[in-house]
């Protein structure tokens, strides 16, 4: 296998280069390493400020064993990794980064394939994006969701409950004691968010385009059949070399179609949109927004799992995790997309029965019939915008009402409280300068908290529309990802307090109703300009001049694409 190997470039010879690639590497690695065995890159994003993501050290040595088993070397390789809830302004304004900073490291050494260590939200997106646009032999480990915790006999999904709890605090239906002391029963254990939150999305999502070993997404954190399939994808890995599978022939249009098929019928988080277009543009594979729509929104939704239902990620496990679902909408699938398996996704869903049909339902008593997340388009979201009608409410889903508008997340937050705020619960409330640029990063602020008088009156929903994004924890009638964004100059920067808005989820509209006259005569306010007016240098400055929109993934304009792996030049 010596010639085939793209380490054999760094590695094989007896000039000067080799033997510094060889010397410096030879640490008590087998005599042998430089011999025709496969070096595999174990892409680790464990970190203490990544929490969710802590414990992949340990999985990492699992993997490590796998790989030596199968003749190869492995090689940790820390990457950069994003805690979701600890970064500030947010983790999404580095979610390009990471992806090329694995990309160029992945590239820049002496590997032939990739082990991609993974879990808190943007970190299996991330890894995707690296490993398409360098096209190594890549096989994806996701950390797996926490256990479940319990605060006062009921059980806590994180994030949808941090919404659940802080809303019945503002509305006095709990006191300031009971919500500080359910913080120390959130997190049960190491492993990200339990819920149907986007980390969970993300490894099920990454499962079902063909990046991992199928069966393996969902697995709790602390069980120990992690670390047996982190074991197994070591192993994998090295074989993957062998065969030359790598991303590029593994992920197809067929890989998106499942992908698309699985967000709807396991009610996934809306963020795996931004995520599945931006993997896709690394691939060169032309998959649009509307996709997401045609293909998956007549797809029933079986999970009944938080924010939309009621369970947790260890039930789902226990129910029959994945596959379980996958063989409820086989007759959906693309029978050829392939696995890191070598083997069709398809072939994988014999024996997966459901062991609990309330946590996961059958094709024929679905929790919702059409799940899937809409795809809106109309005077106000001309590039179009989502939302997932599995968490909105059904009443809200035709609903006209008078804007009430908001040029910044700062700006909502110093008057949403203000009891002389004109807003009633038949309102809609619009925040922008939420975009990837207006920002800027796109944060999760668009399930906007709701007037503090309404909540006291009982209202539990509002419609909301805005150009950021959700947490996939989150719930409501909330428009999201409006396109362009107010600070790309769309439509959304001339909405007037007052205004009227017209949502149709069903005819999949989105408009203001004012007349294109009168938008026309119309410029952003000071305020607005001002606010997405950002001064920034460093990446913060890249970012802006380069993202994308939302609507095709808001990557970076120069890291669509891939530059495949190869490097020709030597550095001495
Ligand atoms: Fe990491 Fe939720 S904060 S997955």
């Known amino acids: 296998m010596t010639e085939r190997l793209r380490s054999a470039q760094w590695y094989t010879g007896q000039d000067r280069n080799a033997y510094h690639h060889r010397a410096w590497m030879r640490r008590g690695v087998p005599a042998d390493a430089f011999a025709g065995r496969p070096q595999i890159a174990i892409a680790d994003t464990a970190s203490d400020l990544t929490p969710c993501n802590a414990h992949l050290a340990e999985v990492a040595l699992s993997v490590r064993d796998g790989v030596y088993e199968a003749g190869g070397i492995p090689l940790h390789l820390p990457v950069v990794s994003l805690g979701e809830n600890q970064m500030r302004p947010t983790a999404m304004l580095w979610r390009n980064m990471a992806a090329m900073a694995a990309e160029e490291m992945l590239r820049a050494n002496p590997v032939d394939g990739v082990v991609l260590l993974g879990g808190c939200d943007k970190t299996i997106p991330s890894l995707l994006m690296a490993a398409s646009s360098v096209d190594l032999p890549a096989v994806v480990v996701p950390g797996g969701p926490m256990l479940t915790g319990t605060w006062r006999g009921r059980p806590l999904g994180c994030g949808t409950d941090v919404w659940r709890l802080s809303e019945d605090l503002r509305a006095g239906v709990i006191s300031a004691e009971d919500y500080a002391q359910s913080e120390s029963a959130m997190i049960r254990s190491r ?60 992920m197809t249009k067929g890989s998106f179609h499942n992908a698309i098929i699985t ?43 938080q924010p939309a239902g009621r369970f947790l990620m260890e039930d789902f496990h226990r129910a029959g995790g994945l596959r379980a679902v996958l063989h409820q909408v086989r007759d959906l699938l693309d029978d050829e997309a392939l696995t890191v398996t070598g083997r069709p996704l398809v072939d994988h869903l014999d024996d997966a029965p459901v062991f609990d049909n309330e946590v996961i339902r059958t094709r ?37 009402g008078r804007a009430v508008v908001f040029d910044s997340i700062e700006d ?61 924890t989150a719930y409501g009638t909330v428009v999201l990802h409006v396109a362009p964004e107010a600070a790309a100059g769309g439509p959304l920067a001339l909405v007037r307090t007052g205004d009227m808005i017209r949502l149709d989820v069903p005819e999949r509209r989105l408009d203001l109703e004012v007349s294109e006259d009168d938008l026309a005569r119309r410029t952003p306010s000071q305020a607005t300009i001002a606010a997405f007016a950002a001064p920034a240098r460093g990446w913060q400055r890249l970012y802006i001049d380069h993202v994308l929109q939302a609507d095709t993934g808001a990557d970076l304009d120069f890291l669509t694409g891939s530059s495949g792996p190869h490097v020709h030049r030597d550095p001495h």
């Open 191 to 250: 492993g990200h968010c339990n819920t149907m939150g986007t980390a969970s999305t993300m490894a099920l999502v990454a499962e079902a385009l063909g990046m991992v070993i199928p069966g393996v997404a969902g697995t709790p954190a602390p069980d120990s059949r992690l670390l047996q399939a982190a074991h197994a994808s070591g192993r994998l890995a090295v074989e993957m070399v062998g065969a030359d599978r790598r991303p590029g022939t593994v």
């Open 263 to 305: 967000l709807a019928a396991i009610g996934g988080s809306t963020n795996a949109v931004v995520h599945l277009l931006a993997i896709a543009g690394r691939l060169g594979i032309d998959l649009t927004l509307d996709d997401f729509d045609r293909i998956g929104s007549r797809v029933p939704a079986l999970v009944d799992l």
């Open 412 to 472: 909502f937050h110093a008057r949403i409280d203000d009891p002389r705020l004109d807003v009633d619960a038949d309102c809609v409330l619009v925040l922008r300068g939420c975009g990837p640029k207006g920002y800027p990063g796109m944060p999760e602020v668009s399930n906007m908290p709701l007037p503090k008088k309404l909540l006291e009156r009982g209202v539990r929903d509002m419609v909301r529309v805005c150009d950021g994004r959700m947490s996939g």
């Open 364 to 400: 024929c008593r679905p929790l919702l019939a059409e799940g899937g997340i809409a795809v809106l388009r109309g005077n106000l979201a001309p590039d179009g915008a989502v939302i997932k009608p599995a968490a909105a409410s059904r009443h809200l889903l035709r609903h006209r």
